[in-house]
């Protein structure tokens, strides 16, 4: 193993890799440009609603093995709460109907075939359209594959793949989309059990997470921007954060784990994709009604997932650059009229938070698909991390964290 391994970017990639390093019994330094670890996974105090509120709302499934591995090493995963099973409420906000998607636990997906338990108005025959995906080829999109219409598409498939590529569907890389069916819809319904942390993405996933690095000798430093590296044949020789230059020994390695952007302009010739598309989440402080449930899908209405968290409701809308102009105050009471709908509220807009990220991920089409680079580059000791690597998956949490565990592993690989 390397004496020590460099980490730059403590977002989920970074600090997965920190983790999955220290199980490979390396010494680990992780460099962060901000003041707080987390990336776009993380948890802040929000002087305008005076409460502390996730930067974006993210759902788990319990398929996502490399997130849960994740948590389990930090001792975190007991954080997660969830129905425990397959199931997930919806609204359709047009013609107020409401139903349960109740999936069973085995490979074998007999709820398909009981009205009570799958999308209304669909037929056991319509979930077959799914297995298109899994034939097409790295160039195809969504809609050149499937036919992107009609109840099973609108209800379920549509926003479930919204939500995963965040992009429209029909024009999303197939292939990725048959990744994330394949491990969810296709995997049994014991791999779809939606996870939220209850208590914020911080208290589950960062601060778990940077505790259990520096109690295993690891060290993070905030405010330390890499401005350049120092490079001499095939590797990395030093790291220049412009104050201070720290040497990268022959034994040490690098990880790389920033926005493809920024890595863009540390490595030259490094194609990464170029494309973004937009997330909104709108945090209102209320308290939910009883017997809201933790997650509802919706649809029909500018809302597409509403949480409910203590003291607040957020929603999450995907693919959301249309909404990027629209002033704020107007923005916030659109989406609280579909709030108040789903959730029974009378009230009038309480106090709320836009957060708007304009490159919140990559654009999952095919073209950009084919620009992102693996884990390993030309220079022996540097390896890269990051949702917009080739990990197989949208830029997801469970993406994120399996990058930063297979550069850990491609370091360790190396010795």
Not at 14 to 25: E, T
Not at 71 to 84: E, F, M, S, V
Not at 272 to 281: H, K, L, S, Y
Not at 336 to 351: H, K, R, S
Request: overall charge neutral.
């Amino acid at each position: 193993m390397p004496r020590t391994v460099h980490i730059i970017g403590a977002g989920l990639a970074g600090l997965s890799a920190a983790v999955r390093l220290i199980g490979h019994a390396a010494r680990v330094h992780l460099y962060e440009a901000t003041t707080q670890a987390g990336g776009r996974c993380r948890s802040y105090h929000d002087l305008t609603i005076g409460m502390t509120i996730d930067n974006g709302n993210h759902l788990l499934l319990s398929g996502n093995r490399a997130a849960l591995s994740y948590l389990d090493a930090i001792g975190a995963r007991h954080l997660l709460t969830g129905p425990g099973e397959a199931s997930v409420p919806f609204i359709d906000l047009k013609s107020g109907e409401r139903w349960t998607l109740l999936a069973n636990d085995g490979f074998v997906p007999w709820w398909i075939f009981h009205p009570g338990r799958r999308v209304p108005g669909t037929s056991a025959r319509s979930y077959l359209s799914l297995l298109h995906l899994l034939r097409a080829s790295p160039h195809a999109k969504v809609g050149d594959v499937m036919t992107c219409e009609g109840p099973l598409y609108d209800r379920l498939v549509g926003p479930f793949l919204l939500a995963a590529l965040n992009v429209d569907p029909p024009e999303g890389s197939a292939t990725l989309a048959a990744a994330v069916v394949n491990e969810t819809l296709l995997a049994g319904g014991k791999n779809y059990h939606p996870m939220i942390a209850r208590e914020g993405l911080s208290t589950a996933f960062i601060e778990p997470g940077v505790a259990h690095i520096t109690r295993n000798t690891g060290t993070v430093a905030f405010e330390r921007q890499l401005r350049a590296f120092a490079f001499e044949g095939d590797r990395v020789t030093a790291l220049d954060f412009g104050s201070a230059q720290v040497r990268v020994s022959e034994d040490d390695a690098v990880v790389l784990a920033v926005p493809p952007w920024a890595a863009a302009s540390l490595i030259p010739a490094l194609e990464t994709p170029t494309e973004f598309r937009a997330i909104v989440n709108a945090h209102f402080k209320i308290d939910p009604p009883p017997g809201l449930p933790a997650i509802t899908g919706v649809i029909g209405g500018t809302v597409e997932w509403l949480f409910t968290f203590p003291g607040r409701l957020s929603v999450t809308i995907s693919g959301a650059d249309r909404l990027l102009n629209i002033p704020r105050e107007e923005l916030a009471a659109q989406i609280w009229q579909d709030v108040a709908q789903i959730a029974g509220i009378a009230d009038e807009l309480p106090p709320w938070q836009i957060v708007r990220e304009r490159r919140a991920t990559f654009a999952a089409t095919p073209q950009e698909n084919a620009k992102r680079p693996g884990t390993a580059t030309r220079f022996r000791n540097l390896a890269l991390a990051g949702d917009w690597t080739a990990t197989g998956l949208p830029a997801t949490i469970e993406g994120a964290i399996r990058s930063g565990q297979r550069a850990a592993d491609w370091i360790a690989a190396k010795t």
